[in-house]
Structure formats: C-alpha cells, structure tokens
C-alpha cells in the first residue's frame, strides 16, 4: 500500500555506513568514546585517538592496548591539523566550546561528525544496539525516548533466535561458494542464485542454517544447486531442528496433577462413605 | 564486560543520519528510487528528483504529485551543476557508467553517496527496516543475506508492541512538558528528570503510555514529579493495562480435563469392582 505522504517525517535516514579502511577521528577517551571506539572498530575502521592519558577510560585503555587499528595521541585535540585526511570525527568531551569548534571544522572541511550531547552539532546520531555477528540491529526513537528505546531493544533481543548471527555468515559462506560455482553478475544466473538461496533460506529453519559446515555446504550445492531442488537438512548429513510445534510439557504437567488429584478425591470419597457404612 | 577486540570488525556503523532541511538529489524515478524518496522523506529532507517522466513508478508519481517537498524535473542527469548545494546523492537508475560518474563526483566534493546495486559506489547502504512513528528499527546483515534480513524483520515485528509508536510520542510530549515545568540544562535538574522519566517508563506498560492525553499528562506532573512519584495509571484518570501474569486458561483447562479423567477412571474401578462383586 502507498504510505500516506502527509505522515512522512519526523524520522531519521537509517544507514549502515561503511568505514572499511576510513579513517576516523575520535576526541576524548571516557566512558562515551570507549563505546564510539567499539562502535567504529565493528566496522572496520582506522582509528586516531586524541585524548589525555590520565582521562583514559579503562575499556579505552584496552583498545589502544590490543588493537592495532587504534592510533593513539596522549594529549588534547589541536586544531585544523588533525583532521587531515580523515573521514569521520566523533568527539566525546566535556568542553563545550572546542567541541563546538571541531564541529564547525568539520561542517568546512565536510567531514561527517558526531558531537556527544550537542544534537545541533551532529550529521547523525548513534542508537540502541543489537550485535550477533554479522546481524547489527539499530532502534531509534529519533530522541524521543532514550529509556523505551532500551526496553525496546531488550524485547528485540530476546526474540532474534539465539543462532541468527550464526546463521547469516554460514548463508554469507554458502553464497559465496555458489557464486564461485555459478558465476556472472545479474542476468538469468544471477536471478537463478538469488531464488535458490531464498528457498534454502525459507525452507531450513535459523538453528539448521547456523549447523552449515563446508561439507555439509558441498552437499547442498551438489545435491540441491545442481539439481534445481532444496535438500532437507538430514539429507547433506546434517541433524534437522526437533519439530516446530511446542514442547507438550506444559500441557501433560498440569493433566497429571488434575489426573491424580480428580482420581484421589474420588478415593476420598468412596473410602469415607465405605467408612460411614461400617460405621454406620 | 569488555568486548574481545579481535572479535571486533566485519560489520558497518549504524547510524541515524539527520536530513531534517538538507538537500538530497534523487538520480531515477523506478521502484528502487521511490523506495529511497520514501526514506529520506521520512527525515524531513528537501528533495531534487531527476528522471525521464516515462519511467517513474506509481509511487514515485504520488509523491511527485502531493509532497511539496519535492522537486521534480523530467529529464536525465545533467553535469556537475546538479550536484551544487546538495548535501546526500542517491541513485537508482540501469545506467552503470553514468552511477559510476555521479559517484566519482560525489566523492570528489565530498557529498555522501549511494548508488543502487553497485556496492563499491556506496558511502552507505540501507538496510531492512521497521517504521511506526517515531520508531524506527533497521536490521543489517552486512550484505551477508538480505533474506535473512527480512525474516529477522518479521520477527522482530511481530515482537514489538503494537503501540510502542504511540507510547514514544507521548513520552516525548511528557518530556517536553517536564523541561517547561522545570527547565535548565544538565545538573541536578536534568538528572532528576532523566531519572523520573525512566521511573514512568518503566513502571507503566507500553500500552497505559499510548493512552497518555494533555489532562492525564498534567495530572501525572502534578501528582507525579512535584511530589517525587510515579503515580498509577488509574489515579491520574486512565485505564489500566490488564495484568501482565498470563491468563491461567492455559493451565486451567488441561488440569479440568485431568481432575475429571482422573476421577472417571477411579470411578470406573469402583463400579467394576462393585460389579464384579454383585456378579460374584
């Protein structure tokens, strides 16, 4: 159905923004920056850090220690010149009017930024988080509500199936493999691949794909790709999901006890009455 | 607990990128093109729409013809000069070459840009996505599997409550009457309102929220943050959501079945041994 257009607006434009090999600018080292550096290092992003040592976050600390992607400056951001060459800034300080600056640079120079709470001075906003893997989950309440945001992504999270991320990267292998088996870019071959992959994907549950292994993978293409069909999931060796249907137990459990407890009050009875008739 | 750095990479950053009264040049005027007017639309953008007339999709037509938002011109893409003043780039048309010429452009003046189809050209992709008000949830497989993308989606629907969108408007219009009843930036003011407005949200339900009008909103201040409170919902004139425990039917009926069949069986013994003794 068409969306009504006079109730567009008010939202955000929802990207997945790609940092591979970028180079990203973060301005302070506390709590906020250490998850701005986690953030930008999921995404594979070359990180300088600018920040004074004694301020360091300790799962800040951590980065710089052990990650190699993080270039690290023991000392307070210094003007024009540290935003040579780069592709993003994120600043997480307290002082207010260098942030204000930085943003203003950057609004100059074009370069993406993010000021932690200054909204005005922000291209874009982070959200709440979701990550399994290769399945990244935003909610955003676009500054409405942080807190219904958080509940929001507690409820999310528990109803991704707890394999998901498994899953997609053995999807992502298994694609791959048949690309190399199938090449070509679009066209019929492409549009063949697209619907295979969409039938393995609707046929097998979440919990079967995430089991996908390179034999397992071997078989699928060997025995499904090449024959125009999908395998179930025994059939390339692998052990299919127990059935989708709920577990009885909830419903035997409570049966037992009214069966025991309908047969002992009848007992009861019979056993008091034969009482009364010998008493009687 | 700390994140395992090595474990840290492969994903993109999501992010919510803010258009509210920037400029964004949409290249094509078919399905995918309507698809991304619709997103930015969404955040407020002002939009140029470049397109042959003969080829625009129903939808893109429609918003064309009822959002003054956007500006429409018949024709192909024409030079550099389309590019000037805008701040975001889409394109969605079949013509390689000249996406890979609007994407060189982009980059050179540093507009943000994506190009349908063609990964490399992207500064950013768009994922699966959930929208109710001022909700918004994206899901990204990393381009591992859009399939999987999409049953995550419907998953992850059918588990937010249905008025989450309208819980998060009131919540925002409370916010906002809580800062007019008690303004100030930051300090302890702005800390004793972050913390009653996580107390609302988190001990009234999704649904009680929803319900929040102007008169139930002034009571809920009144009896509510001038005393330090949270008040029920029934005490500020609304209906109470139903109680949260599951309805006992579940338990209730199997338990019936089981008393009664317990207490036949016994009742059945009895008469047959009765029986047998009259029959004796």
Known sequence: MAPETKTLGGGSLLIAWQLKDKRVL??????????????????DALVTLIAP?????????????????VTYHDRVFGGPQDLADVDMVLTAIDDVETSEQICAMCRTLRIPVNVADIPPSCDFYFGSQIRDGPLQVMISTN??????ANIIRKRIEECIPDQAGEAIEKV?????????????????????????????????????????????????LESGWEKGRVPRVDEVGGKPKQSRTPAP???TLPMLLG?????SC???????????VVWA
């Open 172 to 220: 992502g292998k298994l694609r791959t493999k048949l690309r190399e088996r199938a090449p070509g870019i679009g066209g019929d071959v492409g549009k063949r691949r697209m619907r295979w992959m969409i039938d393995v994907c609707t046929a097998w549950e979440m919990e079967e794909l995430a089991l996908l292994d390179d034999e397992m993978m071997g078989k699928l």
């Open 143 to 148: 500054g409405q509500s942080p807190k219904l």
């Open 249 to 251: 137990t909830s419903c």
């Open 26 to 43: 973060v301005v302070g080292g506390g709590a906020v920056a250490s998850g701005r550096l986690e953030s930008v290092l999921v995404a």
């Open 259 to 263: 069966f025991l407890a309908g047969g």
């Open 53 to 69: 040592f004694q301020g360091l976050h300790p799962l800040t600390k951590q980065f710089i220690d052990t990650c190699p992607r």
């Open 266 to 276: 009848l007992a009861l009875i019979f056993w008091s009455r034969t009482k009364s």
